[in-house]
């Protein structure tokens, strides 16, 4: 699941950094300190899970969910009792009390995970339709290799072709499979099973080299199973 981390309080962060990282099937996506900041990273990511603190500056996390029109999975975390009916009357996921313990913690992640995971049982689609010019092209998904971005457009490389798309690269990281695709650059996403090889972040596919962007870089590693070093 792709988390979100919206604290105010610089240990109560530093806690749940810790605790995201030891949980293999979380995966960091960012961390703010304020709801505003929140708002274009919901925009522009696929978040999957949001841990929010209640009490910021600006505006409170309560009001960041009463604005959002479609939000993920929330686990509120604060330092106030009070707030616990408001935040049911929300349909938040959970409320963890500070300080809380790891055990409460995976406890809350486990009941979201649960959720999230009823429909890991039913079949993945093996192809996507884009916009490419004037139609719909269906596209294998085992045939894309890798996504590069051409200003305006997405190139999308397949093993027989190249398709040109006017789609975002945040359109299209909402619509293939996290487990199979990663974006590594901000002007590339890759097949992950494609990978011939990884040298001084820099992946070799297809024989083209791309870079991996710092942005990127901590989540590709988690992806594959390997931590950057």
Not at 31 to 36: F, H, R, S, T, W
Not at 110 to 120: I, S
């Amino acid at each position: 699941m792709r988390c979100l981390l919206i604290e105010d309080e610089p240990l109560a962060m530093l806690r749940l950094k810790e605790y995201v990282a030891r949980l293999p099937f979380l995966t960091l996506i960012d961390a703010v300190d304020n709801a505003l900041d929140a708002i274009p990273i919901i925009q522009r990511e696929p978040i999957d899970l949001i841990f929010l603190d209640i009490e910021m500056d600006g505006i409170t996390g309560l009001q960041l969910l009463e604005v959002l029109p479609v939000r993920p999975a929330v686990i509120l975390t604060t330092a106030f009792d009070h707030y616990a009916l408001r935040a049911f009357d929300l349909q938040v996921d959970d409320y963890l009390l500070k300080p809380y313990t790891f055990e409460r913690f995976l406890q809350a992640v486990t009941r979201v995970r649960q959720t999230f995971g009823k429909h890991d049982n039913e079949p993945e689609s093996s192809f996507l339709f884009v916009k490419a010019e004037y139609r719909l092209q269906k596209i294998s998904l085992d045939q894309i290799i890798f996504i590069e971005g051409m200003r305006d457009y997405r190139r999308i490389h397949l093993e027989t072709e190249k398709i040109m798309t006017l789609e975002t690269f945040g359109e299209l990281e909402q619509r293939l499979p996290h487990q199979r695709f990663c974006r590594v650059h901000k002007s590339y996403l890759v097949a992950l099973n494609k990978i011939e090889s990884i040298e001084r972040d820099r992946i070799k596919i297809f024989q083209t080299v791309i870079p991996i962007s710092d942005k990127y870089r901590d989540i590709f590693y988690e992806r594959i199973g390997r931590p950057a070093k």
